[in-house]
């Protein structure tokens, strides 16, 4: 057989690409492209080249397509894209997810260098958005965007970018509350210190003018940071809900309405330096419960996939519609690697999609020219041509995602440790506020109400309100550096009370590239070309992946081509007979003993040997599913059943794992469970997993990139994280136990407390002593426990 030899490739010192020409060349280092040289040659004039010691090839791989960006040239989507823009100025923020490092940012923060028409680059590296100010006069959004892609920083820009107002989060005035509260709080302890330690009768002149003063400050607190306590506590009571926020805004009228009395009728010296100090600490622990990645999209949904704009073809030319615009009848054309936006009928071209995307199955649908293509495929081979039958509103996926099952409000959801206790809580105080003031009243009035008001002033739940936000935050930040997301810090109890695990297939216990291939076998290079010129003809994804095996070879005309599916392929080439298929097809009978997928080779009935493709279950799946003696654990997928003999050595229980399974059908799954009683955790990774993710108690979606796409979810996980799922559920738990030790620390203190309260003989000394003392407590005692735990779990 003769052998045909096959050039040497040279790739892209800055990308990776292949460089098909020897033209752009510096330092004796090879690029594919003028932009990949410019980069290197202003990265390297700066002196940070240490830039390509964080990745081989960290510039991003480019699609290069003339028309990918003609969209930006259209008025209406620019004026919603655009931040600011007055005819030549013109402002925009830009995601980029390639974003990586401190030279990344340098790099961005250098565009003027590449055109001076571009004034103004700022990065924010944790959103991992850049902010440019340029002259629209002298380069285009369009002009932007392309360089941007050039030098291997292309920009994610999809509908959700058009609809960013419509998520954008309230934002509020916590921090300034906090900055109000502290700034009170530390004068008033700076005018208490005279009062706690006596009067000389020098100071007595200073004592009134101190105490209005104190009331000021109280009145700046109260009815501007400690405001929104009252409209929580009124709305909640409105709703026949007792939550902590109650008895908190009682405490904090109770306190300010004491001190306003003794210091106007000159009876005392108030609590003003409780009162602040509490509302600076709540508010505090507040701030610390609202921590979240602002980096992380926990709200997403198909816009965030779908372009902002497709080309349609009008008097036989290319033209970009924005996606709200496209309508039926426009005749569009998709490109590899594009989404379809809308249900349409193949009118050109070979298509050949992926709807892993929608269905969670991996393999790739070929599709014949006539048939109708739904919404939400990709296109994974060359461009083709498609009638939309139906607007984007009305498409399969929109429909899909717009059902009452995928939007419905969350009934399903555990309420926490402070939501459990907070109404017990609330009642033991007020009765024991109220037996004080009837046990007083009979001989002494005033004492009575000093009872009274004083229970609730040190059994004020400051302590237990605290202990929550304070250990969840530290647990945040310990799942953070072990890359796993929390939407909340409400998530972690959710977390802790799990007792099944629900898992999809691909994509979350499978890497991204699910199979992996292997020849069992020598081939020579004549062989090997015979055998990719027979898998070339196959849209078989298997075929499809020996010739990306083999590489580019030159490919032999074939003839009498027979593919039985399923089965295997045979055809003539070069006068040779080929055969690539399954045991079955080659041997005349399956061998059900292979754990592996084989395709075997054969020619002119000589056996050359065999392709193995091995299912690359992730890292740490062993594991995961070793949990089995303390949760369920279940598989739901889209896929065919053809990996359940090899899955059976995970999950153990056959009746546990569901294949074919539709999102409407996962959703339902989830429910089913959950009427059983259980508390399910949903693994998924795509939009076909949204449903079962929003249905599930706790959603968590696994991604091996964070900053691309993921459904929305309770929390996301880096899918290096998944080997430490056993140990975050763990964790979860310890995390529950150390809030409820710091419950009874809190309980400890109110009950020292309120021996003093229940006589009516509570100082302002005493009750400024225990309000810091016991916050100190319940901060200390919570993050120190927490990493104790962390480390014994070794996550730290």
């Known amino acids: 057989m003769p052998e045909t030899l096959t050039p040497t490739k040279t790739n892209c010192y800055h990308c990776g690409e292949e460089c098909l020409t020897n033209a752009y060349q510096k330092d004796q280092k090879q690029f594919c492209c003028q932009g990949c040289r410019s980069v290197y040659t202003i990265l390297s004039g700066a002196g940070l080249c240490s830039y390509y010691n964080y990745n081989e090839h960290p510039g991003t791989t480019r699609l290069r397509?003339?028309?990918?960006?003609?969209?930006?040239?259209?008025?209406?989507?620019?004026?919603?894209?655009?931040?600011?823009?007055?005819?030549?100025?013109?402002?925009?923020?830009?995601?980029?997810?390639?974003?990586?490092?401190?030279?990344?940012?340098?790099?961005?923060?250098?565009?003027?260098?590449?055109?001076?028409?571009?004034?103004?680059?700022?990065?924010?590296?944790?959103?991992?958005q850049l902010i440019v100010r340029f002259d629209a006069e002298k380069i285009s959004l369009q002009q932007l965007v392309e360089l941007l892609n050039d030098i291997g920083y292309e920009p994610l820009i999809s509908l959700q970018d058009?609809?960013?107002?419509?998520?954008?989060?309230?934002?509020?005035?916590?921090?300034?509350?906090?900055?109000?509260?502290?700034?009170?709080?530390?004068?008033?302890?700076?005018?208490?210190?005279?009062?706690?330690?006596?009067?000389?009768?020098?100071?007595?002149?200073?004592?009134t003018f101190f105490g209005y003063l104190n009331i000021l400050f109280g009145i700046s607190v109260v009815f501007y940071s400690g405001w929104g306590y009252f409209l929580s506590a009124w709305h909640n009571i409105r709703s026949r809900i007792l939550n902590i926020d109650f008895p908190l805004a009682l405490g904090i009228a109770v306190l300010f309405i004491r001190t306003v009395a003794e210091i106007l009728t000159h009876s005392g010296a108030g609590f003003a330096d409780t009162l602040c100090g509490l509302v600076f600490f709540l508010l505090v622990g507040k701030?610390?419960?609202?921590?979240?990645?602002?980096?992380?999209?926990?709200?997403?949904?198909?816009?965030?996939?779908?372009?902002?704009?497709?080309q349609v073809i009008r008097e036989g030319r290319e033209k970009p519609v924005p996606l709200a615009h496209l309508c039926t009848g426009h005749r569009m054309v998709i490109r590899?690697?594009?989404?379809?936006?809308?249900?349409?009928?193949?009118?050109?071209?070979?298509?050949?999609?992926?709807?892993?995307?929608?269905?969670?199955?991996?393999?790739?649908?070929?599709?014949?020219?006539?048939?109708?293509?739904?919404?939400?495929?990709?296109?994974?081979?060359?461009?083709?041509?498609?009638?939309?039958?139906?607007?984007?509103?009305?498409?399969?996926?929109t429909q899909l995602w717009n059902n009452e099952a995928f939007t419905r409000k969350q009934d399903t959801r555990m309420k926490t440790f402070n939501e459990r206790v907070s109404k017990y809580f609330t009642i033991v105080l007020v009765a024991i506020a109220t037996g004080a003031l009837l046990a007083w009243m009979p001989f002494d009035f005033r004492r009575g109400i000093d009872a009274f008001t004083a229970v609730l002033i040190v059994a004020c739940p400051c302590a237990l309100a605290l202990s929550t936000p304070f250990t969840m935050s530290a647990a945040l930040s310990i799942f953070d550096r072990n890359l796993f997301y929390l939407k909340n810090t409400a998530v972690v109890e959710q977390l802790a009370r799990i007792d099944t695990l629900v898992m999809d297939k691909t994509g979350t216990i499978t890497t991204g590239s699910s199979k992996r291939i292997d020849l069992d076998g020598e081939l020579n290079v004549a062989e090997r070309q015979l055998i990719y010129s027979v898998c070339a003809n196959s849209i078989h994804p298997l075929s499809r992946m020996i010739c990306h095996y083999f590489g580019d070879l030159d490919k032999i005309s074939t003839?009498?081509?027979?593919?039985?599916?399923?089965?295997?392929?045979?055809?003539?080439?070069?006068?040779?007979?080929?055969?690539?298929?399954?045991?079955?097809?080659?041997?005349?009978q399956a061998n059900p003993g292979n754990l592996t997928t084989r395709v075997h080779l054969m020619i002119d009935e000589i056996y050359l040997g065999y392709f193995?493709?091995?299912?690359?279950?992730?890292?740490?799946?062993?594991?995961?599913?070793?949990?089995?003696?303390?949760?369920?654990?279940?598989?739901?997928?889209?896929?065919?059943?053809?990996?359940?003999?090899?899955?059976?050595?995970?999950?153990?229980?056959?009746?546990?794992?569901?294949?074919?399974?539709?999102?409407?059908?996962?959703?339902?799954?989830?429910?089913?469970l959950q009427e059983q009683g259980l508390k399910v955790m949903m693994l998924g990774?795509?939009?076909?997993?949204?449903?079962?993710?929003?249905?599930?108690?706790?959603?968590?979606?696994?991604?091996?990139?964070v900053n691309n796409f993921s459904p929305g979810s309770d929390a996301i996980m880096d899918g290096r994280a998944f080997p430490k799922l056993p140990a975050f559920l763990r964790f979860s738990k310890d995390t529950v136990r150390i809030i409820h030790l710091s419950f009874l620390i809190s309980l400890t203190y109110n009950v020292i407390g309120l021996s003093y309260a229940v006589t009516g003989t509570l100082s302002p000394l005493i009750a400024a002593v225990l309000m810091p003392l016991s916050t100190a407590t319940i901060i200390s005692f919570t993050t120190l426990a927490t990493h104790f735990a962390a480390k014994k779990r070794e996550l730290l």
């Open 336 to 397: 590899h690697n594009e989404i379809i936006p809308a249900d349409a009928i193949l009118l050109k071209g070979e298509a050949l999609i992926d709807f892993s995307f929608v269905t969670g199955e991996a393999v790739p649908v070929s599709k014949t020219l006539g048939e109708i293509i739904y919404a939400g495929g990709r296109q994974t081979g060359e461009a083709i041509e498609l009638e939309v039958i139906k607007p984007v509103s009305q498409s399969y996926l």
């Open 65 to 128: 397509n003339d028309k990918r960006y003609d969209y930006l040239s259209d008025p209406a989507i620019l004026a919603e894209l655009l931040d600011y823009s007055d005819g030549r100025l013109s402002i925009i923020t830009l995601y980029i997810p390639q974003i990586h490092c401190s030279s990344c940012l340098w790099l961005l923060e250098q565009l003027n260098r590449f055109n001076p028409a571009i004034h103004y680059c700022r990065v924010d590296f944790l959103k991992k």
């Open 559 to 588: 003839s009498g081509y027979r593919e039985i599916p399923g089965k295997g392929i045979a055809a003539m080439v070069g006068g040779y007979r080929v055969r690539v298929g399954s045991d079955e097809f080659i041997f005349g």
């Open 612 to 672: 193995g493709f091995h299912h690359d279950y992730r890292a740490g799946l062993e594991q995961v599913t070793g949990l089995a003696p303390d949760y369920k654990l279940y598989l739901l997928s889209g896929d065919q059943d053809h990996e359940r003999t090899e899955l059976l050595r995970f999950f153990p229980d056959n009746g546990h794992l569901f294949f074919s399974q539709s999102p409407q059908q996962k959703l339902d799954r989830i429910r089913q």
């Open 287 to 310: 701030f610390v419960q609202q921590k979240t990645y602002h980096h992380i999209s926990f709200e997403r949904d198909y816009r965030s996939f779908f372009p902002v704009a497709v």
């Open 162 to 207: 058009i609809i960013k107002k419509q998520n954008k989060a309230v934002k509020g005035n916590l921090i300034q509350k906090i900055a109000v509260a502290g700034f009170c709080f530390g004068n008033v302890m700076l005018l208490s210190f005279p009062e706690y330690f006596g009067l000389s009768a020098i100071e007595q002149d200073f004592k």
């Open 685 to 705: 990774d795509g939009l076909n997993d949204s449903g079962a993710l929003k249905q599930s108690d706790l959603g968590v979606a696994v991604t091996d990139n």
